[in-house]
Structure formats: structure tokens, C-alpha cells
């Protein structure tokens, strides 16, 4: 069974900064284009980033553009999400999301609270 482990939330003031991570024991990340989405109280769960099998594109949906950023780190296995500038508006369920050749596998989200 492929697992994806995300880390790195928590509690967090408005402006501050936190870094996700996403992981796998089972599967190797640089074989799959790789999102982060989020889910809010609304049940909503929009992607947020994107980046490239390569590494060489990266995309972020228009919430997150400038403060949010998506990387790879192949010799660890690992995707993050770095966020800055946080809002309350950016609480949520934070998922890591892996996708190839018809196969998808989703992370068992964190919890991001961004509140004073």
C-alpha cells in the first residue's frame, strides 16, 4: 500500500511562516507530478501548487501566487510547500498529492491553522 506522509503543520500567527512536507517509503516522488491541495470547512478541496516531474515548471493557483512555494528535494525522497505571509484565510487541511500513468495517491493531510 503507498503511503504519502505530510508533516510540517501546526499552529501559526497571521504573517508567520510554516514548511510542509510530503514523503513515501513505497514510491519514488520524482516519478510523479506532485500538487498540494487544501481543504477548507467547506468541504472544498482546490489544488494550490504544482511542480513539474522535472522540477521545471511550477504552478500556484491565484490565492497563494507569491507567498507559497512548491520544491523537490529527489535525494530525500520529498515535495514541500513553503508558505509565507500566512493568513487566516489559509487554514485548512493541507494534502500532498501524487499522480502518473493513471495512478494517483493522496497524503493523510495536516491540519494548518493560521490564527492569533
Known amino acids: 500500500q503507498v503511503r504519502l506522509v505530510e508533516s510540517g503543520g501546526g499552529l501559526v500567527q497571521p504573517g508567520g511562516s510554516l514548511r510542509l512536507s510530503c514523503t513515501s517509503s513505497?514510491?519514488?516522488?520524482?516519478?510523479?507530478?506532485m500538487r498540494w491541495y487544501r481543504q477548507t470547512s467547506d468541504k472544498n478541496r482546490p489544488w494550490i501548487a504544482h511542480?513539474?516531474?522535472?522540477?521545471?515548471?511550477?504552478t500556484y493557483a491565484d490565492s497563494v501566487k507569491g507567498r507559497f512555494t512548491i520544491s523537490r528535494d529527489d535525494a530525500n525522497n520529498s515535495v514541500y510547500l513553503e508558505m509565507n505571509n500566512l493568513m487566516p484565510e489559509d487554514t485548512a487541511v493541507y494534502y500532498c498529492?501524487?499522480?502518473?500513468?493513471?495512478?494517483?495517491?493522496w497524503g493523510q493531510g495536516i491540519q494548518v491553522t493560521v490564527s492569533s
Open positions: 511542480i513539474r516531474r522535472d522540477g521545471a515548471l511550477r
Open positions: 498529492h501524487a499522480y502518473a500513468w493513471g495512478q494517483d495517491y
Open positions: 513505497e514510491i519514488t516522488l520524482s516519478d510523479y507530478e
